[in-house]
Each structure stands twice: as C-alpha cells, then as structure tokens.
C-alpha cells in the first residue's frame, strides 16, 4: 500500500482498473468451476441412477435365466431325455422339447439358443449352439453354481453377435432307479448380450459417450472402434475402489467416469461422459460473459478518460506551482494560486492561497519563538551543569571507600575491611568503561552486592548461581542486574519471616537469546499489584528513570527501567518477564540476544 500510494494519480486509477478487470474475470472463472462442478455431479447421479436401473434389469434377466435352466434341469422329461439312449426314442422326444423350449423362448427377448449336453452322449440344441457351448465344458462342469462365460462372438443365422452362455450342471432326481443326485449332463443358455440387457439405440454423438459392458476377461461392449478407448475401459474397470465416482481420461478423453461391480455375471458396468460434451454450453457462456466484460471496459474508457482529466491536469498545475515555491523565495509565497477543475480542486487553492497568507505572519512568530527557546535550552544546560558541580565526585568516594579500608586493616576490623572491598568493587564497576560488558564481568559486581546484603541481613537468605560458560561469555549491558536483585531481597525477601533462597541463573536457547532468570521464594506479589506491573512492561519504552517523578510510585522503577533498556537496545520482541504469586515467591526473567558484538571500552571490573 505505501509502494501505491507514491504512484501518480494516472497509474493508480489504471491500476484499480486493471484490478477491477482481473476480479471480474476471477468472479467468471469461478462461477464457471461451480458450476461445471454442479453439472458433473448432476451427471454423475443420473449416471448412477442409470447404472442402477441397469443392474435391476440384469438382476430379474439373470434371475429369469436362472428360473429357466432351474425348471428344465429338474424337469422328468428333460431329465428322462438326458438319459434315453434309444435314438428313435430321443429322436421323438426332441420334438416334443423343442416345442416347450419354444414355448420357454417366446416372448422372451434375447435368448438365442438353449443346449442340453448329457453325460450319457446326448445332444440337444434349438438352433445349433452345441460347437460353441462344447468350448466352455471344462469350466461348466467345474463349476459349483450358475456358470457365466465372457463376451463372444456367437453366429446366429449367419450374423456374428454378442453373447454371452449361462450354465448350470444337471442332477438326476426322482428317477426311481436308484441314481438321485448323480450328476447327468448340463443345460446351456446362449443369450444375445445386445438386446437382452442394452436398448436397440446405442448412437453416440461423441467418441466413447455412453454405457459399457466389460467381461471379467477385460472385453468391452458396445464394442469401439478406438483400441485406445478399450484399453482404457478395460484399465478402469479393474481398479479395486469400484462404485466410484470420478474424472478420469478413456482414449486421451476426460470426463465424467463412474464404475460399479455386476457380480451376478461377474463383470462391470463403466458409464462415461467426456466433459467436452458435458460443458460445452458452459464454455459458450464464459465466452460471451467475457466479451461483455471486454466491452463494458471499452465503453467505459471514455468517462474514465474525462475524470482522469478533471482530477489530473489541475493536479499538475498545482505541483507545479509547489515546486515554484520549494526555492524559498519570499515574493514567490505571496504569489496566488489559480486553479480550474473540480469544486475540490477550487477548494484546495482557496485554502492554499490562505495558507501562504499566513505563512509570512508566522515565520516572524517562529523566529521570535525559536528565539526565546534557544535561550530558554541554554539556560537549562546551565542549570544541569551547576547541578553536576554540585555532586560529589564518584572518584572522591571511591578513594575514600578505600582508605576506610586501610584503617580497617590497621585496626584488624576483617569484616569491614571485607564490606569496603565488595563496596569499592562495585562502585568502580558501576563508573568504569563502556555501557556493556560480558555477562561473567555482570556476576562479579552482582556478587559483589550480594555480599554486602548477606552481611547487612546476616544470613537470612541464601544464593545460588547457575549459568554455562557459554553465558558467560555473552556480551550485556552493565548494570541490568543489580536493580532484579535488589527488587528480589528487599521486596520479596526482606519481609519474609523464615530463610528464603534467590536463585540467579541463565542459560542460551534454541533461538541463541540469552535468558537469564532471578527467582526468589519471597512473599510475591498481590494479583492486582501484579497486573499492573505486567501491563506496564508491555507498554510503550521511555526514559522512566528520567521521568520518575511523574510515577505514582518508585517500587518498581528499577524494573521498569531495566525493561525500557532492553527494548529499546534490542527490540520490542526481547525486554523483562515479571511472574508471582503471593506467598509462593517471585521469578522475572530477561531475554536479550546473545549474538551482538561487544563494543570496545571496559574489558574488567
């Protein structure tokens, strides 16, 4: 947006135009997708509404077949010719059969032939199927149920047709000779696969539209004259997820495919629809919203020609008087703008115009204030340089510090000698070299004050220190522990009643920031105090220690500093974590990177 906002007028508006062209464009395509998507899926239901009108037209013809073989197979007649062996006996008997299975076949569309083939030698067929139902003998009597074959050729009355063989094995029954059960031969019944279970009407206006049947062997009918389209079918029709819905490509065609299992004649059923045909009235549609959108534009390049005009000329003309007046010039200042266009351009001038009126009137109030503030700043750098005068000399202590100690020595008084030392360290820490040292040169002043507190409050509390000699060498601001400290001992062990333990410790993380951490099982700190204090933290850095005196209090000044110092250093990612609980103890916890170079200055304490 800022990278925008520096363009010309001119590009902007092209710009939001252009924008304007791509989301329309988007909104086309995006509704082309739905509802491409809403006609696949409509294709798609009455695909399987299809599909499943199909297979309960299989299922009864599969069933009327089975009805039929089942009533021959244990019909006394059919059984008894399946035994005769007296030729002149079956010779008369296959008239009579042939009537009944005529009988059998009329009114039924797509039964072509019925065979009967005995154990005993005995042959029957209505219209000569024995040669090609003989072929399939093998996996007929192996067979323990119905038997179907695959899609063959089979020709009838010298016309080559699709068919397929249902067979079943034939069991002699109520024979009275002592054979019930014994297998006596098998009834075959030749169908003509197109006009028992597809309509006479199979015209497709496109390449592979429509339904398929595919034989467990991978034959496909309706046959194609694309081998690509059959391969793909056969492909398909093996995938294991059946009775899916999905989009895949038949012959180098995408569209819509669904697949479902026909168990009963142990084959599939593929329907398929390519997109091309389904979308075509889709893709006329896109076309002509798209041409629509193109001319709205063009049409409406001529208004937007005219307000690119009105906004930008006067525009012009008022940048370039600005540029006039960027030298500096007094008189040019004086000069007045005259502007025509739009009522907010008009505006403009005249509030410009009234502008530079007043500029010369307060270019004469500026100098006199600047003026009175120059000399106002000079007399407060007088001010703080008395007050400097004025403070004792941090050398003048620290030397004094250390001939208390010679006398102690003197006098043999060990404990103060030792008190002065720890003093006098830390004093000539806290006024010698850079603003930062290593974190190691940190800990020797902070033992140095611990020291101190131990002897004022005579062991009632303990310290421990645990850091790496990786932390130790990480560069920090000098001073940034001291005032944790000191907020640790006073305010959360001071008051408490029994022993209490400060833990200082710190560690570098994951993310190579330094942590360090100082805990103490203090009283801790009320839940409302402890809101505040948080809320604070996260505010806004600033100068706190020069700005103590508008604080309510200075109970937390020293943490409040320490934080702005971090923050404002390192960044506002990094600063001081404050957690307490009243009764239980306080631990604040400063991060700060440990990858920054240490500036030159102050190498020891």
Do not use: W
Not at 454 to 479: A, N, Q, W
Not at 523 to 529: C, M, R
């Amino acid at each position: 947006m800022s990278l925008l906002k520096k363009l010309r007028i001119k590009t902007q508006i092209l710009i939001a135009v252009t924008c304007i062209l791509i989301i329309m464009l988007t909104i086309i395509f995006s509704l082309y997708t739905q509802t491409s998507q809403i006609v696949i899926k409509n294709n798609n239901q009455y695909s399987e509404d299809t599909i499943r009108k199909f297979k309960l037209g299989l299922s009864q013809k599969v069933d009327e077949i089975s009805q039929i073989m089942l009533n021959l197979g244990f019909d006394p007649f059919v059984q008894k010719f399946m035994t005769e062996t007296n030729p002149s006996l079956l010779y008369e008997m296959g008239k009579d059969l042939d009537r009944k299975i005529i009988s059998l076949k009329a009114g039924r569309k797509g039964f072509e032939d019925i065979v009967l083939i005995g154990t005993s030698g005995t042959r029957y067929s209505l219209n000569g199927g024995i040669e090609y139902v003989q072929q399939l003998e093998t996996e007929i009597v192996n067979s323990k149920t119905v038997y179907v074959s695959g899609l063959e050729k089979y020709s009838y009355s010298n016309n080559l047709q699709n068919s397929m063989v249902f067979a079943q094995n034939m069991y002699s029954n109520d024979m009275n000779d002592g054979t019930d059960g014994k297998r006596m031969g098998y009834i075959a019944v030749i169908v003509n696969v197109d006009s028992m279970f597809f309509d006479n009407d199979k015209s497709n206006t496109e390449p592979g539209v429509g339904f398929y049947l595919i034989d467990r062997f991978g034959k496909v009918f309706p046959e194609t004259h694309s081998p690509d389209i059959t391969r793909s079918i056969s492909a398909l029709s093996r995938n294991p997820e059946s009775n899916q819905k999905l989009t895949d490509y038949v012959g180098g065609i995408k569209g819509a495919v669904q697949i479902q299992k026909l168990d009963q004649i142990q084959a599939s059923v593929l329907s398929f629809v390519p997109e091309e045909a389904l979308l075509a009235e889709l893709n006329s549609v896109r076309t002509r919203s798209i041409l629509i959108v193109i001319l709205a534009l063009i049409l409406m390049a001529l208004p937007f020609a005219m307000i690119i005009n009105n906004i930008v000329h006067p525009i012009q003309i008022l940048v370039k008087f600005i540029n006039s007046n960027k030298s500096g010039n007094i008189k040019e200042l004086k000069m007045n703008l005259q502007l025509e266009g739009n009522v907010e351009m008009n505006v403009v001038a005249e509030k410009l115009n009234g502008m530079l009126g007043e500029i010369n009137i307060l270019t004469h109030k500026l100098v006199e204030t600047t003026t009175h503030l120059l000399e106002a700043e000079i007399e407060k750098e007088k001010a703080a340089t008395a007050y400097l005068r004025s403070q004792i000399n941090p050398h003048f202590l620290y030397n004094t510090l250390e001939s208390i100690k010679g006398v102690a020595l003197e006098v043999g008084v060990n404990k103060i000698v030792d008190m002065t030392k720890a003093l006098g360290k830390l004093f000539h820490y806290s006024i010698k070299g850079s603003g930062y040292v290593t974190l190691d040169q940190e800990l020797n002043a902070i033992r140095s004050y611990v020291f101190l507190q131990l002897i004022r409050f005579e062991g009632r509390f303990d310290v421990t220190y645990d850091f790496t000699e990786e932390t130790l060498r990480v560069p920090v601001m000098k001073m940034i522990l001291q005032p944790i400290v000191e907020n640790a001992i006073f305010h959360g062990l001071e008051p408490k009643t029994s022993k209490g333990m400060l833990t200082i410790s710190g560690k570098v993380d994951d993310e190579a920031n330094l942590v360090l951490q100082i805990a103490d099982d203090g009283i801790g700190v009320e839940g409302g105090i402890l809101e505040g204090i948080q809320r604070r933290l996260l505010e806004k850095p600033s100068a706190i220690s020069r700005l103590s005196n508008d604080l309510p209090d200075n109970d937390g000044l020293g943490i409040l500093n320490v934080n702005n110092r971090l923050r404002l250093a390192y960044g506002l990612e990094y600063g001081l974590k404050f957690e307490s609980e009243a009764g239980k103890g306080t631990c604040i916890t400063l991060t700060m990177p440990s990858d920054i170079i240490l500036p030159g200055g102050n190498s020891d304490v």
